[in-house]
């Protein structure tokens, strides 16, 4: 069985300081990552959570990113 997790990509940063966010798939001892198309800073990102930060002042489009982040887990899974 496979498992997914969401990160932030921290071997990829871009010149903005910057992260990819990818979605690692683990299968038989076996990584693959795949970028999402979102890019967040490290103070944006919970790690626990494995979601943006829902504080505006921090990340202000929170709730969109975390919807879309949903919809992709949610695709996986299926």
Known sequence: M???KLLLHSANKRKNG?????LRI???MKHKYISLGLYGK???WDEKSERFRCDKRVCPNYKEYNARLDAIMLFAIL
């Open 18 to 22: 910057s992260y990819p966010v990818s």
């Open 42 to 44: 490290k103070e944006e």
């Open 2 to 4: 496979a498992t997914f």
């Open 26 to 28: 683990t299968k038989n």
